[in-house]
T-cell receptor, first 112, second 114 residues
Framework: AQTVTQSQPEMSVQEAETVTLSCTYD???????LFWYKQPPSRQMILVIR??????QNATENRFSVNFQKAAKSFSLKISDSQLGDAAMYFC?????????FGGGTRLMVKP | GAGVSQSPRYKVAKRGQDVALRCDPI?????LFWYQQALGQGPEFLTY????????KSGLPSDRFFAERPEGSVSTLKIQRTQQEDSAVYLC????????????FGPGTRLTVT
């Protein structure tokens, strides 16, 4: 069984600052993929960033980057130069087969 | 191109009624997934299709839940004899293939059972 844990129910960041969202996971699979999804109040989930577990290099997408620590089973998301549009629920997910297992989410608030 | 669409967006059902939720995936996507998202929680997997074959239904909470994708495109999630605990947002997602491919999510159907 897979589990994903997000220990921060809420986070707050000042506009233009940097924030890091935490995620830990547990899996017995050796081949898996990790994702961060964003869910704005309109509810539609949008992929933010994806990491293959076999790659040591941390994934980066513009202002979004991850810190993937495979041995520690940690997969945190760093958002640089935070913008008001970044305010949303963020879900960490693990796909080791056919389904995504999600954490409970972190609500990110961005202060102007 | 068009994304994943779901209908209806909102559904109110009286306890004991049957409901049917529809998902139109992105054209050409082989894999289709259903998730249930309770208020304030992350989505939980219900079931997975590869084309018309339902390969995993381990997340369906009871035999009142049934999903189908008869022609390998549109999918329907049916809930019989709805209960209050079925109240949730039901999300559909599709991907080119399963595994590590990105899943594209629809806007969801919010089901309220009264």
């Amino acid at each position: 069984a897979q589990t994903v844990t997000q220990s921060q129910p809420e986070m707050s960041v000042q506009e233009a600052e940097t924030v890091t969202l935490s995620c830990t996971y547990d899996t017995s699979e050796s081949d898996y993929y990790l994702f961060w999804y964003k869910q704005p109040p309109s509810r539609q989930m949008i992929l933010v960033i994806r990491q293959e577990a076999y790659k040591q290099q941390n994934a980066t997408e513009n202002r979004f980057s991850v810190n993937f620590q495979k041995a520690a089973k940690s997969f945190s998301l760093k958002i640089s130069d935070s913008q008001l549009g970044d305010a949303a629920m963020y879900f960490c997910g693990n796909n080791a087969g056919n389904m995504l297992t999600f954490g409970g989410g972190t609500r990110l608030m961005v202060k102007p | 191109g068009a994304g994943v669409s779901q209908s209806p967006r909102y559904k109110v059902a009286k306890r004991g009624q049957d409901v049917a939720l529809r998902c139109d995936p992105i054209s050409g996507h082989v894999s289709l997934f259903w998730y249930q998202q309770a208020l304030g929680q992350g989505p939980e997997f219900l079931t997975y299709f590869q084309n018309e074959a339902q390969l995993d239904k381990s997340g369906l909470p009871s035999d009142r839940f049934f999903a189908e994708r008869p022609e390998g495109s549109v999918s329907t999630l049916k809930i019989q004899r709805t209960q209050q605990e079925d109240s949730a947002v039901y999300l559909c997602a599709s991907s080119f293939l399963a595994g590590g491919y990105e899943q594209y999510f629809g806007p969801g159907t919010r089901l309220t059972v009264t």
